[in-house]
T-cell receptor
Framework: GDSVTQMEGPVTLSEEAFLTINCTYT??????LFWYVQYPGEGLQLLLK?????DKGSNKGFEATYRKETTSFHLEKGSVQVSDSAVYFC?????????FGTGTRLLVSP | EAGVAQSPRYKIIEKRQSVAFWCNPI?????LYWYQQILGQGPKLLIQ????????DSQLPKDRFSAERLKGVDSTLKIQPAKLEDSAVYLC?????????????FGNGTRLTVT
């Protein structure tokens, strides 16, 4: 069945460092891909999405490109802030159902 | 707009007891989802409603879990009897329409601890 694999965390960075969180997927067909974020004490929020190959989703300085050839959707940010500390979930939509990865915790220190 | 409302925020029960969670989706959202998020794992879909009809309940443990969405608005999820492995955060989400083009809006969840 459809599945998403994310790099394990926590990812610990200093403020202004470059961030990459790896995500790969297995799916039948061409799913839509998403990144959701969960800040401490809050619910999951959609961060960005891409619906077809080579699409780039972006929001709040974060970017991810839908790579069909490598079945990947890695999340990147050029300069992280302390306020970016959260858990990030990669997800795919297959058969009108979202399948989530296990999440990657990001910790950013000043 | 008001977000997805869930209650209670926390619940502690003993095994074999029953528990119910309530969700009020965003007004006008036709699709409602219940997810289970066990510590250290990603959310897993339990059941998905389109209006008041069930679209997918393939991962709902039907011997102990039940859910309903009367009148296509609010929803309740019930566990009876609870087991230790049911300890998790139960997330409710809603979307305007079925499918990935309409983003899911999540509530803050109900954290269940079964002792």
């Amino acid at each position: 069945g459809d599945s998403v694999t994310q790099m394990e965390g926590p990812v610990t960075l200093s403020e202004e460092a470059f961030l990459t969180i790896n995500c790969t997927y297995t799916a039948t067909g061409y799913p839509s891909l998403f990144w959701y974020v969960q800040y401490p004490g809050e619910g999951l929020q959609l961060l960005l999405k891409a619906t077809k190959a080579d699409d780039k989703g972006s929001n709040k300085g974060f970017e991810a490109t839908y790579r069909k050839e490598t079945t990947s959707f890695h999340l990147e940010k050029g300069s992280v802030q302390v306020s970016d500390s959260a858990v990030y979930f990669c997800a795919l939509e297959g058969f009108q159902k979202l399948v989530f990865g296990t999440g990657t915790r990001l910790l950013v220190s000043p | 707009e008001a977000g997805v409302a869930q209650s209670p925020r926390y619940k502690i029960i003993e095994k074999r007891q029953s528990v119910a969670f309530w969700c009020n989706p965003i007004s006008g959202h036709a699709t409602l989802y219940w997810y289970q998020q066990i510590l250290g794992q990603g959310p897993k879909l339990l059941i998905q409603f389109q209006n008041n009809g069930v679209v997918d309940d393939s991962q709902l443990p039907k011997d102990r879990f039940s859910a309903e969405r009367l009148k296509g608005v609010d929803s309740t999820l019930k566990i009876q009897p609870a087991k230790l492995e049911d300890s998790a955060v139960y997330l409710c989400a809603s979307s305007l329409v079925l499918g990935g083009t309409s983003p899911l809006h999540f509530g803050n969840g109900t954290r269940l601890t079964v002792t």
